[in-house]
């Protein structure tokens, strides 16, 4: 008996990936199978934690079977991240696999199953760990009404990346923005040449901390002709106990007062 279906793969970012560049960075791409159709991200350049924000749709994929088995029992989903080189090559960087949420035609897109909630998924190269991916994957099945009858796809939308579906409302984190400051002593670096360099940055991130790219450090060593070399890198698994949040004005006045 067959089945056809709509897959959506909500492929919003990846962490802690193989760094796969001299400098010690890798231009991440991914690339999701499922049964006989493939689809790629978009490649983001020089960044071991990349935010695709990205959704790949999946039209008319054919399954045969029971219903109940498709729902209970759905095939695999393979995930695996590449390296895209300068020359065009692309190098394998691991890989992971998934299981979609699935939707029966006669079922309601609704809590709790619906919308599917970003997951976690383990990278793995060869037997290595190599990072996570953080995404969303359900399989929506196309019944006699045809894809109208299919949930919309919720926003938001980007007219500046063209073609490109970002992660629908619902499904993509609530994002707040964060102030990232970091100060560079370097005295333990034969030539401190970083000595009380102090930067920061605007980001805009997870409200949802469980959420929070690792914080990725390098250190290059700086040489003729804009060559750069790389001495060393560390990755901040989490930046939880650094975060810093300002009291609550309406709290103190409240305590204050009552």
Known sequence: EKQVFQLRAHMYQARS???ADSSGLSDPFAR?????????????????????????VFDNVE??????????????????IYDQDTVGKADFMGRTFAKPVVKMSDEHYCPPRFPPQ?????????????????AAFELLQIGPGGKSDLPPIDGP???????????????????????????????????????????????????NE????????RVVDCRAFGRYTLVGSHAVSSLRKFIYRPPDKKAQHWNMTG
């Not at 037997?127 to 996570?132: F, I, M, V, W, Y």
């Open 118 to 134: 970003l997951e976690y998924y383990q990278i793995y190269r060869g037997n290595s760990t190599a990072g996570d991916l953080l």
């Open 210 to 217: 469980l959420l929070h790219p690792p914080l990725n450090i």
């Open 157 to 207: 939308t980007d007219m500046d990346r063209g073609p490109i579906l970002p992660v629908p409302l619902g499904i993509r984190p609530v994002l707040s923005k964060y102030r990232v400051e970091v100060i560079a002593l370097g005295h333990e670096i034969p030539h401190p040449a970083l000595d009380n360099q102090h930067t920061f940055a605007s980001q805009d991130l997870p409200e």
């Open 63 to 80: 399954l045969y079977g029971e219903a109940h088995e498709m729902r209970d029992d759905p095939p695999i989903i393979v995930i695996e």
């Open 17 to 19: 990936l193989f760094a």
């Open 32 to 56: 999701v199978f499922f049964i006989s159709q493939s689809q790629c991200t978009e490649v983001l350049n020089e960044t071991l934690c990349p935010t695709w924000d990205q959704l790949l």
